[in-house]
T-cell receptor
Framework: AQSVTQLDSQVPVFEEAPVELRCNYS??????LFWYVQYPNQGLQLLLK??????LVKGINGFEAEFNKSQTSFHLRKPSVHISDTAEYFC???????????FGTGTSLTVIP | GAVVSQHPSWVICKSGTSVKIECRSL??????MFWYRQFPKQSLMLMAT?????????EQGVEKDKFLINHASLTLSTLTVTSAHPEDSSFYIC?????????????FGPGTRLLVL
C-alpha cells in the first residue's frame, strides 16, 4: 500500500514571496504523483502530475514540482505567490498497478497581503 | 481539458429522506469513477470505486446499503444517500478517471454539499 505525508498543515506566506509545500510518499512499487488545489467550497483541480520523464514538472498557475525518487518526495513550489493562491493543496499518489489514489492530509496555504 | 460535473451542488434535506447525487464526465468516457467524502478541514476519504456496468467496490467501513452507487454509463455515476441522518452531512466529491500519456489521472467534480436536518 501507499501513503502520502504532507508535513505542513498550514503555510502562511507573504504575497510575492516564494513557497514550497512538502510532500513525501512511501510505496513499494513505482508510482504516479499529483498535486491538486482546492478552493473554498469547490472540488479539486489538477495542478500538475508526474507520470514519467523529466523529474521537474510544470503545472498551471506558475507552480512546479520536482520528483525525487531517492528521497521519495514531490515538493510543490512557486517562486512568487499571489493572494489568489490561497487554498488547500493536496498531494496524491497512485501506483502503476491500480487506480486508487492516496491523498495526503492537505496543506492550507494562506497568502498574506 | 477533462470536465466533471456534479449535481446538485447544494442539498438540504430532512432526516430520513434519500438524496441522489449525480456525477458526469462531460467530454470523455470514464470507465472508473470514484466517490469521496470530505469533512471540514480534512482530506478526502475514498468511499467507493465505481466501474461501468458492474457493482461498486466499497472501502472498509462504508455501508453499501446506505450509500448506493449506480454507474449506468461511461459518463454517469450516481450516489444515493438512503435514509439520511445528520451525521451524513458532508461534502461529497466524485472523480472520473481518464488514461492519458500512459498514466491515469483523476478529474474531480466540484462537489456536493449535503446538509441533513
Amino acid at each position: 500500500a501507499q501513503s502520502v505525508t504532507q508535513l505542513d498543515s498550514q503555510v502562511p506566506v507573504f504575497e510575492e514571496a516564494p513557497v514550497e509545500l512538502r510532500c513525501n510518499y512511501s510505496s513499494s512499487v513505482s508510482v504516479y504523483l499529483f498535486w491538486y488545489v482546492q478552493y473554498p467550497n469547490q472540488g479539486l483541480q489538477l495542478l500538475l502530475k508526474y507520470l514519467s520523464g523529466s523529474t521537474l514538472v510544470k503545472g498551471i498557475n506558475g507552480f512546479e514540482a520536482e520528483f525525487n525518487k531517492s528521497q521519495t518526495s514531490f515538493h510543490l513550489r512557486k517562486p512568487s505567490v499571489h493572494i489568489s493562491d490561497t487554498a488547500e493543496y493536496f498531494c496524491a499518489v497512485v501506483d502503476y498497478t491500480g487506480n486508487q489514489f492516496y491523498f495526503g492530509t492537505g496543506t492550507s496555504l494562506t497568502v498574506i497581503p | 481539458g477533462a470536465v466533471v460535473s456534479q449535481h446538485p451542488s447544494w442539498v438540504i434535506c430532512k432526516s430520513g429522506t434519500s438524496v441522489k447525487i449525480e456525477c458526469r464526465s462531460l467530454d470523455f468516457q470514464a470507465t472508473t469513477m470514484f466517490w469521496y467524502r470530505q469533512f471540514p478541514k480534512q482530506s478526502l476519504m475514498l468511499m467507493a470505486t465505481s466501474n461501468e456496468g458492474s457493482k461498486a467496490t466499497y472501502e472498509q467501513g462504508v455501508e453499501k446499503d446506505k450509500f448506493l452507487i449506480n454507474h449506468a454509463s461511461l459518463t454517469l455515476s450516481t450516489l444515493t444517500v438512503t435514509s439520511a441522518h445528520p451525521e451524513d452531512s458532508s461534502f461529497y466529491i466524485c472523480s472520473a478517471a481518464q488514461v492519458l500519456g500512459g498514466g491515469e489521472t483523476q478529474y474531480f467534480g466540484p462537489g456536493t454539499r449535503l446538509l441533513v436536518l
